[in-house]
């Protein structure tokens, strides 16, 4: 133990009254100030406990003087120049919030089921390297290393069917993060299909896993979906009939002469507004519904939303086959710039995943991950989207079939569907808009004393990892490792 700590550590401080089982309070020597930094990883040697060592991370740090106290008033508040800088005892206090405790003689991380005798002895971890003899994992995810001490953290690859969330504001790496994760699940089996939203935070470094979401064909209930969200109408009083409309449009079902002057399934606005009328008569719709189902699409609907439909001929069941071969599919949404269309192709995938499964044409579990980005745009909280459904039933019941979810937003609380972030089993956190997100972070799993003003000094490719897949389950600061 002795030669462990005079290698890998560096002695801080002392443990002061007060420790529980869950974290110790501490003093610093005078001499080693520089060292009181938070989010540092700590040992407390107890003389008490032979072959193990409390392990932690140093949260909390103040600045104490018994002199000058916050909550007694002395005249040295009002006359600070009759202060004699003599007198003053300045001093450093922190909690080591454990993780649990290093077993010596057997190498593992196990639970702390005794409280730190004060007076202990307190080591900074200055080289993190050792500590992966005491992780034991049958796989490993490596996407960055503990900040200070330089640990590379292994992640496990177990817990990625309980879904990731990766949450921070803009520029603090997202995307690098991800792209990291990505190239960790490929290395360990896993099948991966990108929904890219801008289309330059993935496209671009995976070109030749890349397919253009103009290509993609959307199945028709789909399509009428789409139709009724451009052209504003109602689902409750419209859906049926145009489900029927476009239905029958693509299978050739309809008037004789109409079937003459049109190939089947060639899309023309026009022609597809007649169709319209005619079913939605047939249906026995009344007149003013037929008529105005036909203006708001002629208004709202450009033609060229219906040239588009003629130009995609990659089927959403090509799209995952090619995945589970290839590992990797990347769709470039960017080409697509009306946001319904966007999530009719989530959606239509999504649910071509599910069919595959259902009808036993995979193995399962399948081991596919669909990493959504700007998931806000897909599964927001306060309004409903084509693609709503299908997220939500996988974030539910996906771990059974070896579906997954990667949702990556800048924001948890309002911006993500709450049934959904209540099944992120692992989240990654870095600076967060507002103070809302932490408070909601912390409704879900223990952020271990993780505060706004530590968040707000992260730099880029910092986060934070709590959860399911950081096998210490409490949060530790990662930076994350520059990926291509």
């Known amino acids: 133990m002795e030669n462990l700590l005079r290698r890998c550590c560096i002695e801080v401080g002392i443990v002061t009254s007060g420790s529980t089982t869950t974290y110790a309070p501490m003093q610093f020597y005078k001499k080693t100030e520089e060292y009181a930094v938070e989010e540092q990883l700590a040992v407390v040697k107890d003389e008490a406990i032979n072959n193990a060592l409390f392990f932690g991370a140093i949260r909390r740090v103040t600045k104490l003087e018994p002199i000058v106290k916050d909550r007694v008033r002395t005249p040295f508040i009002d006359r600070p120049e009759i202060m004699d800088p003599s007198l003053l005892m300045p001093y450093t206090s922190a909690m080591v919030r454990f993780y649990g405790m290093l077993n010596l003689h057997k190498g593992t991380l196990d639970e702390v089921t005794q409280v730190v005798t004060p007076g202990s002895k307190v080591y900074v971890i200055k080289d993190g390297s050792f500590l992966g003899n005491f992780i034991k994992l049958s796989g490993r995810i490596g996407i960055g290393s503990h ?22 504001a803009t520029g603090v790496g997202k995307s690098r993060l991800i792209r990291g994760l990505i190239d960790e699940l490929l290395r360990n089996g896993f099948k991966v299909i990108v929904f890219d939203h801008s289309g330059v935070d993935y496209s671009t470094y995976y070109k030749d896993y890349t397919v253009g979401s103009k290509a993609i064909s959307i199945s028709p209930p789909t399509i009428a979906s789409v139709l009724a969200s451009k052209a504003r109408l109602p689902w409750q009083s419209y859906g049926e009939y145009l489900e029927v409309a476009v239905l029958t449009y693509v299978m050739g079902e309809g008037d004789r002469n109409e079937l003459v002057n049109r190939r089947v399934g060639k899309w023309g606005k026009q022609e597809f507004l007649k169709h319209l009328r005619q ?71 999504i649910n071509e995943a599910w069919d ?51 949702l990556a937003s800048q924001r948890m609380a309002r911006d993500i569907a709450a049934n959904v972030r209540a099944n992120l089993g692992t989240v990654f956190f870095s600076r967060l808009p507002t103070q809302g997100d932490l408070r909601e972070l912390s409704g879900y799993m223990d952020l271990a004393d993780v505060n706004e003003s530590v968040l707000t000094q992260l730099g880029i490719r910092e986060f934070f990892v709590a959860g399911l897949l950081n096998p210490l389950r409490k949060p530790i600061l990662l930076k994350i490792r520059e990926v291509r």
Request: aromatic residues 10%; glycine residues 6%; proline residues 4%.
């Open 356 to 406: 595959m499964v259902k009808r036993g044409e995979v193995n399962t579990p399948v081991g596919l991950v669909f990493v959504i980005d700007e998931a806000q745009n897909y599964v927001p909280e306060d309004s409903w989207t084509i693609c709503k459904d299908p997220i939500e039933t996988t974030s539910r019941e996906g771990r059974k079939w070896g579906l997954s979810l990667i």
């Open 279 to 349: 079913s939605m008569s047939r249906m026995s719709a009344r007149e003013a519904t037929v008529h105005k189902a036909g203006l708001f699409i002629d208004y709202f609907v450009n033609e060229e939303f219906f040239e588009e439909l003629n130009k995609r001929s990659v089927k959403p069941g090509d799209i995952v086959r090619n995945s589970l071969e290839r590992g990797l599919t990347v769709i470039d949404l960017s080409q697509d710039t009306d946001l319904v269309v966007k999530q009719a192709i989530v959606a239509d995938v």
């Open 147 to 168: 900040k200070y001490s330089g640990w590379e953290v292994p992640l496990d690859p177990a817990y990625v069917q309980y879904h990731i969330g990766v949450f921070g």
